[in-house]
């Protein structure tokens, strides 16, 4: 049954409840200030951060597959929801009803695509294009967080329009708002680097209040997060008409795959440290059954945290035990501590969002991915070698311009494009062997291949052109294929043979296998001839049954293929 329900659980050992308890307290400690924060990224009242919470951490538990996973508001999802709701409660709806209503939709969607076993949708975010989308939402979180930080008011907008207004309303920022936010931001700052295991966001959180209510800083003009409802949240779908849930149900779909992707990120990064496996699916299931009940009990959406994982894994949690215990602190925060936190000043808020979000501007990984264009992959694939690093700008500058869910599909579209572009101009090597003697010195043999371009002290074979083609041969590269390998067949003299080696190619199908017969007719024209040498199965299977006409031979060897043109037998054979 543990398998059904609770896999996590599943060889649980009483030695992890006292870690476990142990973790969960840190996790709360980050948790409350946090979701707080997110939950105004979302646009609606701090407290249903709180609300999305509970049951979010609870059901994950139940259904998913990582020991490690904390399930909360995050700040992608967070970010994701206001746009959607923004964009449809412009005409007057009640943005709270339809953010708890969005939780739902993508609830709904998680679930059904877990149930058909939709995992493998994770497989089309590549990570360079999640990482550009990442950077580019927590720049946008971080420009909408610096208008409270500062005391002005937030514009609207993309990214560029609220940094021009910012800048244009610089003149009316408050003293006191820009002395209590930036001296938060600094000191949570220097907390994560210096005791990075203290819970810095409810540390600063709490100094902030007690300076707040002391000083009464709340009357010189510093504002603060006001009343947070105290209680349970109540249960039940939300105030949404059938049509706008119908909306919401087709916006949930994006909503969801980000959520999906930067969850199982997490996941997967903790069960490989820890050695145990995550199912997609179940990760889809667990998703589904968190968004469901954060919805049906007033909350927002909710995802896999990194950060949050982050500091469970830390703080030695073993199971989801650590999960549970931190949805009971939390809990009984909304029942008797929600009075303390009313006091919270926006500025420190804004402070913690950022400071949350500001470690995922990671410019270094748009420079690692910029870098692997180097050496020979600047020759082979030429304009597409810096795919990634493109698919990964497309997302950041799409998300900058356009918004969140537009910026993730600008970023995936322009991925498979430059991947189709690869694969249609695959590298064709032309080989040349390295002569290796035996031991007794009584001979040569080859069997070994190499690419010319790489090793250029070793010459090919007069009048025998060998080449490897490293990649598929698909209708998508089929013609290019053709053509460049006639174009350095022209450059062979007295050119008798071309064997092209498979070995690096690990599939074929039937329109490349009508290239090949057309190739061997291209070259026999010519006065050569066409054959090929270590296939795999795949390959020669394909061959074998969709060939006409006058196919290319297979043989086991390129060295075999030379030996059978020249009519000698293979040396060393």
Same mark, same amino acid.
């Given at each position: 049954?543990?398998?059904?329900?609770? /896999?996590?659980?599943?060889?649980?050992?009483?030695?992890?409840?006292?870690?476990?308890?142990?973790?969960?307290?840190?996790?709360?400690?980050?948790?409350?200030?946090?979701?707080?924060?997110?939950?105004?990224?979302?646009? &609606?009242?701090?407290?249903?951060?709180?609300?999305?919470?509970?049951?979010?951490?609870?059901?994950?538990?139940?259904?998913?597959?990582?020991?490690?996973?904390? &399930?909360?508001?995050?700040?992608?999802?967070?970010?994701?929801?206001?746009?959607?709701?923004?964009?449809?409660?412009?005409?007057?709806?009640?943005?709270?009803?339809?953010?708890? +209503?969005?939780?739902?939709?993508?609830?709904? &969607?998680?679930?059904?695509?877990?149930?058909?076993?939709?995992?493998?949708?994770?497989?089309?975010?590549?990570? /360079?294009?999640?990482?550009?989308?990442?950077?580019?939402?927590?720049?946008?979180?971080?420009?909408?967080?610096?208008? /409270?930080?500062?005391?002005?008011?937030?514009?609207? +907008?993309?990214?560029?329009?609220?940094?021009?207004?910012?800048?244009?309303?610089?003149?009316?920022?408050?003293?006191?708002?820009?002395?209590?936010?930036?001296?938060?931001?600094?000191?949570?700052?220097?907390?994560?680097?210096?005791?990075?295991?203290?819970?810095?966001?409810?540390?600063?959180?709490?100094?902030?209040?007690?300076?707040?209510?002391?000083?009464?800083?709340?009357?010189?003009?510093?504002?603060?997060?006001?009343?947070?409802?105290?209680?349970?949240?109540?249960?039940?779908?939300?105030?949404?008409?059938?049509?706008?849930?119908?909306?919401?149900?087709?916006?949930?779909?994006?909503?969801?795959?980000? +959520?999906?992707?930067?969850?199982?990120?997490?996941?997967?990064?903790?069960?490989?440290?820890?050695?145990?496996?995550?199912?997609?699916?179940?990760?889809?299931?667990?998703?589904?059954?968190?968004?469901?009940?954060?919805?049906?009990?007033?909350?927002?959406?909710?995802?896999?945290?990194?950060?949050?994982?982050?500091?469970?894994?830390?703080?030695?949690?073993?199971?989801?035990?650590?999960? *549970?215990?931190?949805?009971?602190?939390?809990?009984?925060?909304?029942?008797?501590?929600?009075?303390?936190?009313?006091?919270?000043?926006?500025?420190?808020?804004?402070?913690?969002?950022?400071?949350?979000?500001?470690?995922?501007?990671?410019?270094?990984?748009?420079?690692?991915?910029?870098?692997?264009?180097?050496?020979?992959?600047?020759?082979?694939?030429?304009?597409?070698?810096?795919?990634?690093?493109?698919?990964?700008?497309?997302?950041?500058?799409?998300?900058?311009?356009?918004?969140?869910?537009?910026?993730?599909?600008?970023?995936?579209?322009?991925?498979?494009?430059?991947?189709?572009?690869?694969?249609?101009?695959?590298?064709?090597?032309?080989?040349?062997?390295?002569?290796?003697?035996?031991?007794?010195?009584?001979?040569?043999?080859?069997?070994?291949?190499?690419?010319?371009?790489?090793?250029?002290?070793?010459?090919?074979? /007069?009048?025998?052109?060998?080449?490897?083609?490293?990649?598929?041969?698909?209708?998508?590269?089929?013609?290019?294929?053709?053509?460049?390998?006639?174009?350095?067949?022209?450059?062979?003299?007295?050119?008798?043979?071309?064997?092209?080696?498979?070995?690096?190619?690990?599939?074929?199908?039937?329109?490349?296998?009508? *290239?090949?017969?057309?190739?061997?007719?291209?070259?026999?024209?010519?006065?050569?001839?066409?054959?090929?040498?270590?296939?795999?199965?795949?390959?020669?299977?394909?061959?074998?049954?969709?060939?006409?006409?006058?196919?290319?031979?297979?043989?086991?060897?390129?060295?075999?293929?030379?030996?059978?043109?020249?009519?000698?037998?293979?040396?060393?054979?």
């Amino acid at each position: 049954m543990a398998r059904i329900i609770a /896999p996590s659980f599943s060889d649980y050992s009483p030695s992890w409840i006292r870690p476990d308890i142990l973790a969960g307290l840190t996790v709360w400690a980050v948790l409350v200030p946090e979701s707080l924060a997110y939950a105004t990224i979302a646009g &609606v009242p701090p407290v249903v951060g709180l609300y999305a919470a509970v049951p979010a951490l609870v059901l994950y538990s139940l259904l998913g597959s990582s020991r490690h996973l904390i &399930v909360a508001p995050m700040s992608a999802t967070a970010a994701l929801s206001a746009g959607v709701v923004g964009s449809f409660a412009a005409g007057g709806g009640d943005v709270v009803a339809l953010t708890t +209503g969005l939780a739902i939709a993508t609830g709904i &969607v998680a679930l059904i695509a877990g149930l058909l076993r939709l995992g493998f949708l994770a497989a089309f975010i590549s990570e /360079p294009v999640l990482r550009g989308f990442i950077i580019g939402l927590a720049l946008t979180i971080i420009i909408g967080q610096l208008p /409270p930080l500062v005391g002005v008011e937030k514009g609207s +907008g993309n990214f560029f329009e609220k940094a021009w207004d910012l800048l244009r309303h610089l003149g009316d920022v408050d003293a006191l708002t820009i002395l209590v936010g930036v001296s938060s931001l600094v000191v949570l700052l220097v907390l994560r680097r210096v005791v990075p295991l203290l819970p810095g966001s409810l540390a600063v959180a709490l100094v902030c209040i007690g300076l707040t209510a002391l000083l009464d800083l709340d009357s010189h003009g510093l504002a603060i997060v006001g009343h947070i409802d105290a209680g349970l949240p109540t249960i039940g779908f939300p105030d949404v008409t059938a049509p706008e849930f119908r909306n919401l149900i087709a916006a949930a779909v994006g909503v969801m795959l980000v +959520g999906f992707a930067e969850g199982l990120g997490a996941a997967k990064t903790y069960a490989a440290k820890s050695g145990y496996d995550i199912d997609p699916n179940r990760e889809l299931l667990g998703l589904g059954i968190s968004n469901l009940g954060s919805g049906l009990a007033s909350g927002m959406v909710v995802n896999g945290s990194l950060s949050k994982t982050a500091v469970n894994g830390s703080a030695g949690a073993k199971s989801q035990i650590s999960a *549970m215990t931190a949805a009971v602190l939390t809990l009984l925060t909304l029942l008797f501590m929600t009075r303390l936190f009313s006091d919270l000043p926006e500025a420190t808020l804004a402070a913690i969002v950022i400071a949350a979000v500001i470690e995922l501007v990671d410019i270094s990984a748009l420079r690692r991915l910029w870098r692997a264009r180097s050496g020979q992959v600047t020759k082979v694939y030429q304009l597409t070698a810096r795919a990634d690093f493109v698919g990964a700008v497309a997302a950041l500058i799409g998300v900058l311009v356009f918004d969140t869910l537009p910026g993730l599909v600008i970023g995936i579209a322009v991925s498979v494009v430059l991947l189709i572009a690869r694969t249609s101009r695959p590298h064709i090597a032309s080989l040349a062997p390295v002569e290796r003697g035996s031991r007794d010195g009584s001979d040569t043999h080859r069997g070994l291949w190499v690419d010319q371009t790489r090793n250029p002290e070793y010459a090919g074979i /007069p009048g025998i052109l060998v080449v490897r083609v490293e990649a598929s041969l698909l209708f998508a590269n089929a013609d290019y294929v053709r053509e460049h390998i006639r174009e350095l067949a022209a450059d062979v003299p007295d050119l008798r043979l071309v064997v092209i080696d498979g070995r690096a190619t690990p599939s074929v199908d039937v329109t490349a296998t009508a *290239m090949l017969t057309q190739l061997r007719g291209d070259l026999r024209r010519s006065g050569a001839d066409l054959a090929l040498a270590g296939d795999v199965g795949q390959v020669r299977d394909v061959l074998t049954t969709a060939a006409e006409g006058d196919a290319p031979v297979i043989y086991p060897t390129v060295d075999a293929a030379i030996a059978a043109a020249t009519e000698e037998p293979p040396s060393g054979a």
